[in-house]
C-alpha cells in the first residue's frame, strides 16, 4: 500500500475545523445528526456547513457524509433536501433490508457502520455487503452508550487477513498517535477520526487534523 489511502474526519461542526481538514487534504467530511451526541448538528447548521465544504470542491475533491442512527423516512428527507450529502452513513442498528431501502428512496451511496468486538461480528458481513456501497468497522459501543464516536479501538487484528467485495473504513479510536501503527497491521480503503482528533470532548483541534491527515497521507510500506 502506497500513500493511496482517504481519511474522512467526522463530527465539524466548525468553519475553521472543516477548512483545516480539507486544506489538508480529507477526502470525507462527516457531519452528525444525532442528538445525543457532542457532535450532533441540526439540520440547518449543517446546511450552512455543506455549503462551505462545497465551495472547495472547485479545488479539492471532498465528499460530504451525513451520518444518522437508525432515521426515518421524515428524518432522511429533511437531510437530504437541506445538505445534498454526497453519501449516507447509518451508524445505528439497520438491518440489511433497511439499508437497501434507504439507498432504493435516496439514490445516494451508502456507508454501513458495523460493531466489532469478536470474530462473531463478522458473520453479518455478506449481508451488508450485498447492499452497502462501503463498509466501516468501529469499536463495539458499551449498552446504552453513543454509537460511536467513543475514542475506544478494538482488536485490530480481528480485520488481518479479511478482504471484502466493498471498500472499507477502519474507524474506533484513531488517533495521530497509533494511525501509523494500525496502517501497518491492516489494508483499509480509509480511516475515520473522531475523537481522535480533538481538543476536547465535540470540540475538533485543527492541529490534531492536520497531523492526523499528514500522517495517513504520507503512510508507506
Known amino acids: 500500500m502506497s ?3 482517504k481519511v474522512k474526519i467526522c463530527g465539524l461542526k466548525d468553519i475553521a475545523n472543516l ?3 480539507i486544506d489538508h487534504g480529507a477526502d470525507f467530511i462527516g457531519l452528525v445528526f444525532f442528538p445525543g451526541s457532542p457532535r450532533h448538528v441540526t439540520v440547518e447548521e449543517a446546511a450552512r456547513l455543506a455549503k462551505h465544504i462545497k465551495g472547495w470542491m472547485v479545488s479539492k475533491k471532498v465528499s460530504v457524509v451525513a451520518l444518522l442512527v437508525d432515521p426515518d423516512d421524515v428524518m432522511l428527507e429533511q437531510v437530504i433536501e437541506a445538505v445534498s450529502p454526497d453519501m449516507i452513513q447509518l451508524h445505528g442498528s439497520e438491518t440489511p433490508e433497511r439499508v437497501w431501502s434507504v439507498k432504493e428512496r435516496t439514490k445516494i451511496p451508502i456507508i454501513k457502520a458495523l460493531a466489532v468486538s469478536s470474530e462473531s461480528d463478522f458473520n453479518i458481513v455478506p449481508d451488508y455487503e450485498a447492499v452497502a456501497d462501503w463498509l466501516l468497522f468501529d469499536a463495539k459501543p458499551a449498552p446504552g452508550g453513543l454509537p460511536g464516536g467513543t475514542g475506544k479501538s478494538f482488536d485490530w487484528s480481528l480485520l488481518q487477513g479479511r478482504s ?3 471498500p472499507w473504513m477502519l474507524s474506533g479510536g484513531l488517533t495521530p498517535e497509533n494511525v501509523r501503527a494500525a496502517l501497518g ?3 483499509p480503503d480509509a480511516v ?4 481522535g482528533v480533538e481538543a476536547a470532548r465535540g470540540v475538533k483541534d485543527p492541529a490534531k487534523i492536520r497531523a492526523f491527515l499528514e ?4 503512510f508507506s510500506v
Open 3 to 5: 500513500g493511496g489511502v
Open 19 to 21: 477548512d483545516a481538514a
Open 164 to 166: 471484502f467485495s466493498r
Open 185 to 187: 497491521l491492516l489494508s
Open 192 to 195: 475515520d477520526v473522531s475523537s
Open 215 to 218: 500522517l495517513v497521507k504520507g
